[in-house]
């Protein structure tokens, strides 16, 4: 079982930013490929962006220019940067672990962009 931890989510004007983190606990972090996903109501949940354990990142088409993840191995952490908010963006959050068959997803955190 992979223990995870999301935060930074929280309410933020049109175009400004929010950084997510999640620390996903285990000896074998840097083995585990990692990705967000987003969530609103009525809807499915969709991927907004992924890294690997190799470090290749891709993201989604509708946020390429605007967001980024990255990974810290040492801190067992993905980070998740998110720029230039719009209201569309609105969502709750869910960090993914994948490793080997098996993947694991964190309580969400809520993201909300509006004036």
């Known amino acids: 079982q992979v223990q995870i931890v999301e935060s930074g989510g929280g309410l933020v004007q049109p175009g400004g930013s929010l950084r997510l983190s999640c620390t996903a606990a285990?000896?074998?972090?840097?083995?585990?490929?990692l990705g967000w996903y987003r969530q609103v109501p009525g809807k499915q949940r969709e991927l907004v962006a992924a890294v690997s354990s190799g470090s290749s990142a891709i993201n989604a088409d509708s946020v390429k220019s605007r967001f980024t993840i990255s990974r810290d191995n040492a801190k067992s952490t993905v980070y998740h940067q998110m720029n230039n908010l719009k209201p569309e963006a609105t969502a709750l959050y869910y960090c993914n672990v994948l490793w080997g068959l098996d993947d694991y997803w964190g309580q969400g955190t809520q993201v909300t962009v509006s004036s």
């Open positions: 285990g000896s074998t972090f840097s083995f585990y490929n």
